[in-house]
């Protein structure tokens, strides 16, 4: 029997789609891994869950590793079909508190962030909240005022592709829920950071944004 070159080629063909597929096989595992161990360990690192999830499932190759929004859609997705009644009550009782919170920071333009807002979060997540403010130890005596105990930190925030600045933060625990306060500067108000989940202009929301969610 001859083989000729399109033999060949047919057969690389065949071997690129079943690469192709185990991929994509592959890259949904550690999705669905990645959103299960965010969902259940309150983790809101996505790098750090793609790590994880990598090392349970045994793969090396990042390229076969999910982009954040796939494990962020993953994770929305298995709250509501295991969870959906408790899944909604955790996020009311989430932006309540943040909504206590803003309002205790009012004078410092609050904005809710993250997965509070967007709704991924779990019952285990953080609160985290941008206040704007040109002496960042304003915020400490506001807490220290409320006899709220906190610890000074910081919070590495992305603009542009490669540009990282680091702010001061503050955490803390109210009620159940664990909660980060980042001061920016006054003008930061103008420019949001990019989301760690799309690299799109994160998404921030006023006490009367959120007033609006807990209403609904």
């Not at 006899?147 to 590495?156: P, S, V, Y």
């Given at each position: 029997m001859t083989i000729t070159a399109t033999d060949f080629f047919d057969v690389?063909?065949?071997m690129a789609r079943r690469a192709h597929t185990r991929n994509e096989q592959l890259r949904y595992a550690v999705t669905q891994e990645a959103a299960r161990i965010m969902a259940e360990q309150g983790i809101q690192d996505f790098l750090l869950a793609k790590r994880k999830a990598a090392e349970r499932i045994g793969i090396t190759d990042a390229a076969v590793l999910p982009k954040n929004s796939e494990i962020e859609n993953a994770l929305i997705a298995r709250q509501r079909l295991f969870h959906s009644h408790h899944h909604d009550d955790a996020i009311l009782q989430l932006r309540r508190s943040a909504l206590r919170l803003m309002r205790l920071?009012?004078?410092?333009?609050?904005?809710?962030?993250?997965?509070?807002?967007?709704?991924?979060?779990?019952?285990?997540?953080?609160?985290?909240?941008?206040?704007?403010?040109?002496h960042a130890e304003r915020i400490s005596v506001t807490l220290d005022e409320r006899?709220?105990?906190?610890?000074?930190?910081?919070?590495?925030l992305r603009y542009e592709s490669d540009r990282y600045v680091s702010y001061p933060s503050f955490k803390f625990i109210a009620g159940d829920h664990a909660?980060?306060?980042?001061?920016?500067?006054?003008?930061?108000?103008?420019?949001?950071?990019?989301?760690?989940?799309?690299?799109?202009?994160?998404?921030?929301?006023?006490?009367?944004?959120?007033?609006?969610?807990?209403?609904?």
């Open positions: 690389e063909i065949v920071l009012q004078e410092f333009q609050p904005r809710l962030v993250g997965s509070v807002l967007t709704g991924s979060a779990s019952a285990h997540s953080e609160i985290n909240v941008h206040v704007f403010v040109d006899g709220i105990t906190h610890q000074h930190a910081e919070k590495k909660i980060e306060v980042v001061a920016l500067p006054v003008d930061g108000i103008r420019q949001s950071p990019l989301s760690p989940v799309d690299g799109k202009p994160m998404q921030r929301a006023t006490i009367a944004d959120v007033e609006s969610l807990v209403q609904a």
